[in-house]
């Protein structure tokens, strides 16, 4: 399994969550966040707003989803967002007591 963490623009979250739905995830969680990349000059107290999309999935439709994500989100313009992928030991869903993928 892996974590997908994805920081989008705003007005691109929901094309997001439709395009990576459309490959087959049934959760994910969404946050309001804000930031700065490694490129903008030091803001003190200011910040870019972004919206936060995690789900994870299993491994073999990570390219599909990243692709996915890629298409929905890229305006060829700076600021688009970054993409973090990470391995997912286990998951358990606390109601059901299911573990690993079927989990998710």
Not at 1 to 29: F, Q, S, W, Y
Not at 70 to 85: E, H, L, S, W
């Amino acid at each position: 399994m892996k974590k997908i963490e994805v920081i989008v623009r705003p007005e691109l979250k929901d094309k997001t969550v439709a395009a990576i739905k459309k490959i087959g995830v049934g959760g994910i969680t969404i946050c309001h966040v804000q930031g700065q990349g490694s490129d903008d000059p030091p803001l003190v107290g200011q910040y870019f707003s972004k919206d936060l999309i995690i789900c994870v999935v299993d491994d073999p439709k990570l390219n599909d989803i990243l692709n996915a994500i890629a298409k929905a989100a890229c305006t060829k313009t700076k600021g688009d967002g970054k993409v973090f992928v990470t391995a997912v030991e286990d998951a358990l869903d606390i109601c059901t007591q299911k573990r690993g993928t079927t989990s998710i």
